[in-house]
């Protein structure tokens, strides 16, 4: 019996945790792969490592790349700051191709591997201010997955899974509980100091501490 395989895109947050989970659930061999690129603290890297070896992944690549190098966000300019209140419109945080550039990576190792499914936390009712988050980019990205690799023209298509498109924030909290997340592993905030304290002001953070008190479930973010 062929063994089932998934990609599954891990930043260290408590979305991609929750994924990795849900993933194992549905009885995927789970790989995941997080990203370097050039981001404000290297605290959600950390995490994801702690949330790879807790949920048991095959196998977790951290792949480099240098997105600080073309700037234009708050999360990888320096010199921009991170907004501590709610902003109208596409935030300063939205990092240009960022999700374009993680799906090809993964759709790459997907097609080594020999997986067809590649997991992603995108979720389009807290974050729908990020143009590469909405159903229309994940569709979008499908179509080009099947028509840009060897496998795709072969006939084994690929499939871009986002199961948290559509769940609210206390939605993803509850299922993660339910399948034994640790959330006081993961990180969230947009500006973590080096021990993955969070600020408890930027978007993130008030997402993440709203959704855990509609939830009805204690926070275990540690704040500095």
């Known amino acids: 019996m062929t063994e089932k395989k998934a990609v599954i895109l891990l930043s260290g947050g408590l979305d991609s945790a929750t994924v990795v989970a849900m993933a194992k659930a549905q009885g995927y061999a789970c790989y995941s792969m997080s990203f370097d690129y050039g ?3 290297r605290a959600e890297l ?3 490592e702690r949330v790879a070896k807790q949920l048991g992944v095959v196998e977790h ?10 700037g234009g ?4 300019d320096s010199s921009m700051d991170v907004p501590e209140e ?4 596409i935030p300063v945080t939205y990092v240009p191709a ?14 080594v591997l020999g997986a067809r499914d590649i997991f992603i936390g995108v ?5 729908s201010g990020y143009p590469d988050c909405r159903p229309e980019f994940v569709e979008a990205f499908e ?9 795709g023209v072969q006939g084994q298509g690929f499939r871009i899974r986002a199961p948290l498109q559509d769940l609210s924030k206390a939605q993803i909290i509850q299922e993660g509980i339910r399948l034994g997340v640790d959330y006081a592993m993961t990180v969230s905030c947009y500006q973590a100091d080096d021990l993955g304290r969070a600020c408890g002001k930027c978007d993130s953070c008030r997402l993440r501490a709203a959704g855990f008190e509609a939830a009805g479930i204690e926070d275990p973010t540690r704040y500095h």
């Open 39 to 41: 981001q404000r603290h």
């Open 46 to 48: 950390h995490a994801a």
């Open 61 to 70: 690549k951290v792949i480099g790349m240098n997105l600080n190098g073309i």
């Open 73 to 76: 966000s708050a999360l990888t």
């Open 86 to 89: 709610q902003v109208e419109g």
């Open 98 to 111: 960022r999700n374009t550039l993680f799906l090809s990576l993964a759709l790459g190792w997907a097609e």
């Open 123 to 127: 979720n389009a009712v807290d974050y």
């Open 143 to 151: 179509r080009l997955a099947n028509l840009a690799t060897k496998a």
